[in-house]
T-cell receptor
Framework: GQNIDQPTEMTATEGAIVQINCTYQ??????LFWYQQHAGEAPTFLSY??LDGLEEKGRFSSFLSRSKGYSYLLLKELQMKDSASYLC??????????WGAGTKLIIKP | SQTIHQWPATLVQPVGSPLSLECTVE??????LYWYRQAAGRGLQLLFY??????ISSEVPQNLSASRPQDRQFILSSKKLLLSDSGFYLC???????????FGSGTRLTVV
């Protein structure tokens, strides 16, 4: 079956760095997405990785290892507004998105 | 630029009543359109997707149906709502499958 695993909840301190991991098992693979979702709001696109390596976008970076079925989202210089759920989603061979349940990130002052 | 509109934002409906949620996309043509449901604290569940007018694929058997009467309009319906239909409904579009999805603002449905 197809499956995405990511931690349910993480806590970090304002100004620090946090890494949210995601492992995936899909029928084929056409890329991995990270989305941010604030409570009560719709998800918003953060990143897309299809090749191995690190993609950096400001304070956020996303890493992919296709051979390991593994990705992480790295958030630097955490701000209170980064408190949200972070959703990992993999695109399978049929170009269907398989979603993880999300990681709730709590930022403490 | 492309925009996606979804309404209403919140809805409280009695069990057994009908449902119609509408989603429209502007600024693009022939988008892929999606309806998702998100239960509290849970992941996104794909309900329906459409790659063109009148083309609807259903991912899970359920009490809901979808229609795409126009290129940029996607409607989620039910003839008789169940308590289990409560949730956060999200419409989304993408230009191609490996492009990022853009979500509408969502509809929080409570069936009472």
């Amino acid at each position: 079956g197809q499956n995405i695993d990511q931690p349910t909840e993480m806590t970090a301190t304002e100004g620090a760095i946090v890494q949210i991991n995601c492992t995936y098992q899909t029928s084929g693979f056409n890329g991995l997405f990270w989305y941010q979702q604030h409570a009560g709001e719709a998800p918003t696109f953060l990143s897309y990785n299809v090749l191995d390596g690190l993609e950096e976008k400001g304070r956020f970076s996303s890493f992919l290892s296709r051979s390991k079925g593994y990705s992480y989202l790295l958030l630097k210089e955490l701000q209170m507004k980064d408190s949200a759920s972070y959703l990992c989603a993999a695109l399978d061979s049929n170009y269907q998105l398989i979603w993880g349940a999300g990681t709730k990130l709590i930022i403490k002052p | 630029s492309q925009t996606i509109h979804q309404w209403p934002a919140t809805l409280v409906q009695p069990v057994g009543s009908p449902l119609s949620l509408e989603c429209t996309v502007e600024g693009t043509s022939n988008p892929n359109l999606y309806w998702y449901r998100q239960a509290a604290g849970r992941g996104l569940q794909l309900l329906f997707y459409s790659v063109g007018i009148g083309q609807i694929s259903s991912e899970v058997p359920q009490n809901l149906s979808a229609s795409r009467p126009q290129d940029r309009q996607f409607i989620l319906s039910s003839k008789k709502l169940l308590l289990s239909d409560s949730g956060f409904y999200l419409c989304a579009w993408s230009e191609q499958e490996n492009y990022g999805y853009t979500f509408g603002s969502g509809t929080r449905l409570t069936v009472v």
